[in-house]
């Protein structure tokens, strides 16, 4: 039982930890937005469908993606064309003193955006299924549930702290120049992993 805690937690903490699309959407959110509060939409949305994910992987369910190729064509698209949205409304979002700019995004648009960032994201698709759901498979009963629960708990913990060193960030930045990059360089960020996501559309092998 230990073990697989120690697995799951180790293993999802080295998925979750590299730059990507989802981690920067929630950063940003967190920096940008005036109180904390404001970003929770998107730190429970990309939780809530991590464990999804992490789920279904242990269950089996999300190989499904894997076998059906047109499922993966509709996937992938869907996923660049909510990426390369998201990019440009990060890249032209205002930027400046807090009390000016009361709220970047709508709850509505945080929780899309950052659902289509966790659901339509290759990466994380293919590490939960392909890692997670791989590695569960040496568990059997409680120890299962063991390792599905440590990497459900480390997707949690980081999303709120991510969430909350943007949030401290953006405290520092008063003037909004500071912002204003970060904005610029987690646009450039998510439409790489669109760009990412188009070569991969066109040449899967």
């Known amino acids: 039982m230990i073990q697989a805690l120690i697995h799951g937690a180790l293993l999802a903490f080295g998925l979750i930890l ?13 920096a940008t937005q005036t109180h904390f509060r404001r970003a929770l939409p998107v730190i429970l949305t990309a939780s809530l469908c991590d464990t999804l994910l992490i789920t279904l992987a242990v269950l089996g369910v999300s190989v499904l993606i894997l076998t059906v190729s ?5 996937l992938f698209s869907i996923g660049i064309l909510f990426l390369l949205y998201m990019g440009w ?53 409680m120890e299962k549930w063991a390792f599905s629960l440590a990497c459900i708990s480390v997707s949690w913990l980081w999303f709120f702290g991510l969430g909350l060193c943007g949030r401290w960030v953006g405290q520092l930045d008063a003037s909004g120049r500071v912002l204003g990059f970060i904005n610029k360089i987690s646009a450039l960020i998510i439409w790489g992993v669109a760009v990412y996501m188009i070569l991969h559309l066109t040449n899967p092998n």
Do not use: C
Request: glycine share 8%; no cysteine; net charge negative.
């Open 70 to 74: 047109w499922l993966q064509i509709v």
């Open 18 to 30: 590299p730059l990507g699309a989802q981690n920067v959407f929630v950063f940003n959110q967190g």
């Open 89 to 141: 409304s990060i890249w032209r979002a205002e930027t400046g003193p807090a009390e000016k700019h009361a709220e970047q995004m709508s709850t509505k648009q945080q929780i899309s955006f950052a659902a289509s960032v966790s659901l339509l994201n290759p990466h994380a698709i293919l590490d939960t299924i392909g890692v997670i759901g791989t590695s569960s498979i040496q568990y059997q009963g």
